[in-house]
């Protein structure tokens, strides 16, 4: 209820045990939240909540179709772009979100939820720090050198759907030309996702 009255539409909500994250399928409307073994708190699954809300509100019906032609691996660079772009977006629209989106993503993180206990973080890829310090935030620790900082910027500041196309064209090529363009199925950037067909 609470999804469709953000939404302000009938969206179709299910739960899952299958689903290792929460889920939004931008064609078919369908909302997915994961049953976790592990409890956790009603701040985080307002964060899913949330978050695959800002997919319904804000990311286009129909543009996901075009963005799975140029295949799955820079799928997930715009769905790690606009991650960034819709929880900024509704965080802004219902502002009581903010405390519980910093709550969730603490809790996430001491959960190991996106597997980084251990590790070196800042030797991650690049899409995935970003992923990482667009989510956790600086708690991630994650370190950019300057000229990621000027992707990191543009990330901070997109506005429009248009915007997020050009920036994920341009990091995919950018991480293409590092050699950093290997398609990694245990990467942190496939944590919380709006899916389809349509990734979060």
């Not at 889920?23 to 409307?29: I, L, S, V, Y």
């Not at 976790?36 to 985080?44: G, Y």
């Not at 543009?63 to 032609?69: A, D, M, N, P, S």
Request: glycine residues 4%; contains cysteine; aromatic residues 10%.
């Amino acid at each position: 209820l609470l999804a469709k009255l953000m939404a302000s539409e009938d969206l179709h909500v299910e739960y899952s045990s299958n689903a290792s994250t929460a889920m939004f399928d931008t064609e078919n409307r369908v909302l997915t939240v994961p049953i976790f073994k592990e409890h956790m708190s009603i701040d985080t699954t307002d964060l899913m909540l949330g978050h695959e809300v800002g997919h319904a509100l804000f990311t286009p019906q129909g543009e996901i179709v075009e963005v799975l032609k140029k295949g799955g691996l820079y799928k997930n660079f715009v769905n790690i772009v606009e991650d960034a772009r819709i929880e900024k977006m509704i965080q802004s629209k219902f502002p009581g979100l903010r405390p519980i989106f910093k709550n969730a993503y603490n809790e996430l993180m001491d959960k190991n939820f996106f597997g980084t206990q251990g590790e070196d973080i800042n030797s991650y890829n690049f899409i995935d720090r970003l992923n990482l310090h667009f989510k956790a935030g600086i708690r991630a620790g994650v370190e950019f050198n300057d000229e990621e900082m000027t992707y990191v910027k543009r990330m901070e500041n997109l506005r429009s759907w248009d915007e997020v196309i050009s920036l994920s064209d341009d990091l995919y090529e950018y991480c293409k030309a590092k050699d950093e363009d290997k398609d990694e199925s245990d990467s942190p950037s496939d944590s919380n996702d709006s899916n389809d067909d349509t990734d979060d």
